[in-house]
């Protein structure tokens, strides 16, 4: 396939644990499962230098371990202040257990 990144195996995340994937040349990302389904946002939060995958996540919701703002992890929308500005988001296709984005 081309321009798609691989980015771990479906197995390796759990719901409630977010998990960190670094790529050379792009921002790092956090993975998640919700239900049965994998989200894929920016590891960063978009108020400080926060790693997301050390937060909380919550159902659909992740919060930040720094000063506890929220974001939709389906949308990237900010949901508690102070996080404000969105999240960015990738689509995701899982294939044969394996998860990939397109290359931003
Ligand atoms: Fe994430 Fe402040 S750095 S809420």
Known sequence: ????????????????????????????LAVYRIDDEIYVTNRTCT????????????????ECPFHGGSFSIKTGEPVNLPCSKPLTTYPVKVIDGIVYIEKP
């Open 47 to 62: 108020h400080g230098d926060a790693d997301l995958t050390e937060g909380f996540q919550e159902g659909g919701e992740i």
């Open 1 to 28: 396939m081309k321009n798609v990144l691989r980015l771990c195996a479906e197995s390796e995340v759990t719901e409630g644990a977010p998990f960190s994937v670094e790529i050379e040349g792009i921002p790092p």
